[in-house]
């Protein structure tokens, strides 16, 4: 926080502004100024800032019950929304549980796993985010500022590469057949399929730096995991709903998870989280091992169901995909007038562009605080970083995104690179 007050200084802060109301891609702060969020608070607000279905879906909600806890009652939004999220999952998910954020699910998936497989542990990949309690935090190999300090962490954790051409230096079909060798020795060396639970992936990585698994690597993983018996986890947290021009990330590889994790964009901000799987694994679960006071809020769930609705009516993903085809063609244009855009990449409006030191390459985090602040002040665009070496710009505007709002966050990024240039 930018001045003492009451308030943990634990939580980073990117811009300061004090904001009171949002509608679409608008934030307006206290002062009346108005700001194009790029962010879409994390990738969550796909529907955009109090989407008005939302918003009356909430309000009906709130006055009909606020809390109607699920070890206790069964509320009537519970089975609605399982029976919508089994229609726009793959056909392998089918079965559903709810929690209130994507660390919790996530964490809930491996406990799901471990309980069905009957085995101790996990696999992750080098640049994953899966989230900030011991167990997630122990799965993070993003970045070590996550975890310094926090040690000892949960054990039965295993590292496998992730297919990044940046990484590796090489080309992507070298890179994918390194990522799989990797994945291959992991298996002989630290944990056997035996002793191996689940892989758990993010297909497209969020806070690792947008970066994209190859579908070729993805096909390889998953061929292995049904030949060994391991269970695939695929971390759609960031994701899914929408945000990758697909439903869900998992469409873009023709792949069918053993069990799905959800949340962000499931419910337009109000915190909701889902695990999904088959129903046969769901069973193997024993009753009262997991649960949670909140998981399966009403509230939560009418804001879910009115989300989806508005994500699968008509023409709205093709719009997601027409609008991350002008985001990324935009920036790919950029990127062939200014040396530092070392990179363009990812799915639909889940698009990064590294930013390096057009000399030697190496990542410029400098160069990238100093361009949000200008698109920020100059453009009225906010957006954000990510990556190991906090070299990627991300762009996660809301899904609702507008021509004229694309050419604008653009108009303000090319500002930007002019101002900062060396
Ligand atoms: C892929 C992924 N998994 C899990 C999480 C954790 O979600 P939450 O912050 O809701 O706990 C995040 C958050 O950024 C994420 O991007």
């Not at 962490?153 to 051409?165: E, K, L, M, N, V």
């Amino acid at each position: 926080m930018t001045e003492k007050n009451h308030l943990a200084p634990v939580w980073s802060q990117l811009t300061g502004l004090k904001v009171a109301s949002g509608s679409g891609a608008i934030v307006t702060t206290v002062d009346g100024e108005e700001y194009l969020d790029f962010t879409s608070g994390i990738a969550v607000t796909s529907t955009g800032h109090s989407h008005p279905k939302v918003v009356e879906a909430i309000q009906r909600q709130a006055a009909r019950f606020i809390h109607a806890q699920v070890n206790i009652y069964i509320h009537d939004l519970l089975e609605p929304l399982a029976a919508k999220l089994n229609e726009i999952t793959p056909p392998s998910i089918d079965t559903f549980f709810f929690s209130n954020s994507g660390a919790e699910a996530t964490e809930g998936s491996v406990k799901l796993a471990k309980a069905a497989s009957k085995k101790p542990h996990i696999i992750v990949f080098q640049g994953s985010f899966h989230g900030r309690t011991a167990q997630t935090m122990a799965m993070t190999m993003a970045k070590t500022g996550y975890k310094a300090g926090y040690a000892p962490f949960p054990a039965g954790i295993y590292t496998s590469d992730f297919p990044d051409p940046f990484v590796t230096g090489l080309d992507e079909d070298a890179t994918t057949k390194l990522a799989l060798k990797s994945f291959d020795q992991v298996l002989a060396t630290q944990t056997a399929p035996t002793e191996t639970a689940a892989v758990v992936i993010e297909l497209v990585q969020g806070e690792g730096g947008y970066r994209a698994a190859s579908k070729a690597f993805v096909e390889g993983l998953y061929e292995r995991c049904k030949d060994k018996g391991i269970l695939f986890v695929a971390d759609e947290v960031q994701s899914g709903f929408g945000r990758t021009g697909k439903l869900f990330a998992v469409e873009h590889y023709g792949i069918e998870p053993d069990i799905m994790v959800m949340a962000k964009g499931i419910a337009s901000g109000f915190p909701f989280s889902a695990i999904g799987s088959s129903y046969e694994l769901m069973e193997k679960w024993p009753v009262g091992s997991h649960g949670g006071t909140y998981g399966g809020n009403p509230i939560g769930a009418a804001a879910a169901l009115a989300t989806i609705d508005i994500l699968t009516g008509e023409g709205f993903i093709e719009n997601v995909a027409a609008r991350g085809d002008q985001l990324r063609s935009g920036l790919e244009e950029l990127a062939k007038a200014y040396p530092a855009i070392g990179d363009v990449r990812g799915l639909g409006m889940m698009i990064g562009c590294a930013i390096v030191d057009p000399g030697t390459g190496e990542p410029d985090a400098a160069r990238v605080n100093a361009m949000l602040t200008h698109t920020r002040e100059n453009g009225k665009v906010i957006l954000l970083n990510a990556g190991t070496y906090n070299n990627i710009i991300r762009w996660m505007p809301p899904l609702i995104v507008t021509e004229s709002q694309i050419a604008q966050g653009l108009a303000a990024f090319e500002a930007a690179l002019k101002a900062t240039e060396k």
